[in-house]
């Protein structure tokens, strides 16, 4: 553990705090796509998978417990209890395009040919770019409301954040995940559109909006 994994992981919780308060308290899933919850929680459940066979810490454990719970919970909301105002006609990315490649890779770029290791590499990928279907659905509608952009920017300073991390962890202890940095490097440069935009305008009150 060191502060900017710390941080990461505490933006990686106010970020679903944010998204499920949003939810809740307005009652409503507009804005959101429920496919990118959906891959998101692929990503949690194919990664913890280790929950109850590896026991590392007890930060550890309360970690991946709330990531799979919350996961799990937004989709409930999204599609169950107010499932009249989640916009499927804008949710339309083709998530399929995301899923082979990810599974692709990690049968063929993996640190060992084992089905725990290889469905961790497979969330390590598919985490990358799970938040497009979001992204598009933002393009598509041609702005997101306040809270909704505070949530991917909360995202995104997550994963900022891991990379310094990882960054850190090399020239403290000589350590690194390749695999681990690049998906991390490819879904950080995703969202660098998204952090000029929010910063340029979210921060000084302007409506926020991605170019289609």
């Known amino acids: 553990m060191n502060i ?15 998204l499920l308060l949003k939810i809740w308290k307005t009652r409503s899933c507009a804005g959101i796509s429920g496919r990118s919850q959906i891959l998101f929680a692929l990503v949690f459940c194919t990664r913890y998978l280790d929950l109850f066979t590896h026991y590392i810490s ?8 709330f990531y799979l ?4 919970g937004t989709i409930y909301l999204m599609f169950f209890k ?22 692709v890779l990690a049968l063929l770029i993996n640190h060992e040919f084992d089905v725990l290791e290889i469905l961790w590499t497979f969330s390590i990928y598919l985490e990358s ?12 509608t041609g702005e997101a409301e306040s809270i909704t952009s505070h949530y991917l920017f909360a995202l995104g300073a997550y994963r900022g954040f891991y990379i310094l991390n ?3 962890r090399y020239y403290s202890e000589g350590f690194y995940d390749l695999i681990a940095i ?3 490097i490819v879904q ?23 170019p289609a």
């Open 182 to 184: 690049l998906a991390g």
């Open 69 to 72: 719970t919350s996961s799990f």
């Open 4 to 18: 900017f994994r710390l941080i990461g992981d505490l933006s990686h919780l106010f970020a679903i705090i944010i």
């Open 188 to 210: 950080t440069v995703l969202y660098c559109d998204f952090f000029y935009l929010y910063i340029t305008k979210v921060l000084k009150g302007q409506k926020f909006s991605l």
């Open 82 to 103: 107010f499932k009249a105002t989640y916009d499927r006609n804008h949710d339309t990315f083709r998530v399929e395009f995301l899923l082979i490649p990810s599974a």
């Open 129 to 140: 770019v799970a938040i497009l279907p979001q992204l598009f659905m933002v393009s598509k």
């Open 58 to 65: 007890l930060y550890n454990s309360l970690m991946k417990i």
């Open 166 to 168: 990882w960054i850190y």
